[in-house]
């Protein structure tokens, strides 16, 4: 397990970015996860006329302008995936992969670009439905397993669960050459619905269906409602008050994640006023 943070901050684009900043001048140790290369929704924007003091600049000129920033105040972006948050009491823990992390408070600027759970996704989650299945492949020894991965990085993690499970399904949602253990069975279909009574047991495809124990799915990013458990969701966005607190004590959030308008500088802002948020109630526990 790696050290405890004061904070937490799930997301690289303008929200998680200008959390970080905050936390950095506040003197508060944190850990940012996200892509180094920031957004891709970013670089593609034509031109940028709302965000004040950057007017008529492009989405790539203004990506620049955020990397530039974040160099100069040596700010480390970790490029790991974070499965689960699970609120602790007085901290969170998070599950990357083979790893944990620890902090006291965490902040969400995940976006909007997740991808929509599947039918039963929700229903049978920690009951045979997962994020991590590298985490969570010692449950399913000799048993049936079934991975639906949106890329690439999927590949590893089944040839590993196939040392272990009975049978391991894969099903990519992208189209590649394949470098998969030859245990594994590869399986190019549309996942339709997850099935089962007090835990899975079918995995339904467009044409197929599969008797299966467990159901992996291994996204580029997960919704804020499956990421955190409890989290108290509205209209499909995080439910927060103006000072960004969620309904889990010491968890905020920012940024499109929490609703419209989907802009850059208002979610610049709201990271500001979350990081300040998570400042406060860290000086408030001591």
């Known amino acids: 397990m790696e050290k405890r943070y004061d904070i937490a901050i799930i997301g690289s684009g303008p929200a998680g970015l200008s959390a970080a900043l905050n936390a950095k001048i506040r003197n508060k140790s944190f850990i940012i996860f996200g892509n180094k290369n920031l957004s891709s929704k970013l670089q593609k924007a034509p031109k940028v006329?709302?965000?004040?003091?950057?007017y008529g600049v492009t989405g790539e000129e203004l990506k620049e302008k955020f990397i530039d920033h974040i160099k100069s105040m040596?700010?480390?972006?970790?490029?790991?995936?974070?499965?689960n948050i699970y609120a602790m009491g007085e901290y969170f823990t998070l599950m990357v992969n083979e790893k944990m992390y620890e902090a006291k408070a965490v902040i969400l600027a995940t976006g909007v670009e997740y991808t929509k759970a599947l039918e039963?996704?929700?229903?049978f989650l920690g009951k045979g439905v997962g994020y991590c299945a590298t985490c969570d492949a010692p449950l399913y020894k000799d048993k049936v397993v079934s991975i639906i991965s949106y890329n690439k990085e999927g590949e590893k993690d089944a040839s590993y669960v196939s040392e272990l499970a009975k049978s391991v399904y894969y099903i990519p949602m992208y189209r590649d050459v394949y470098n998969i253990n030859d245990k594994v069975n590869i399986i190019e279909d549309k996942p339709i619905k997850i099935k089962g009574n007090q835990k899975v047991e079918k995995l339904v495809l467009k044409d197929n269906e599969l008797e299966t124990?467990?159901?992996?799915?291994?996204?580029?990013s997960i919704s804020p409602k499956q990421l955190v458990p409890g989290l108290k969701i509205l209209d499909g966005h995080v439910e927060v008050d103006r000072n960004m607190q969620t309904s889990i004590k010491g968890c905020f959030a920012a940024g499109d994640c929490v609703g419209?308008?989907?802009?850059?500088?208002?979610?610049?802002?709201?990271?500001?006023?979350?990081s300040l948020s998570a400042v406060a109630y860290l000086d408030s526990l001591k």
């Not at 006329?49 to 950057?54: H, I, M, Q, R, T």
């Not at 979610?267 to 979350?274: C, D, L, S, Y």
């Open 49 to 54: 006329n709302n965000y004040l003091g950057f």
């Open 213 to 220: 124990d467990g159901v992996f799915l291994l996204k580029d």
């Open 74 to 83: 040596d700010i480390n972006i970790q490029e790991e995936r974070v499965n």
């Open 120 to 123: 039963g996704e929700e229903e």
């Open 260 to 274: 419209k308008p989907y802009q850059y500088i208002k979610a610049a802002g709201e990271g500001n006023i979350a």
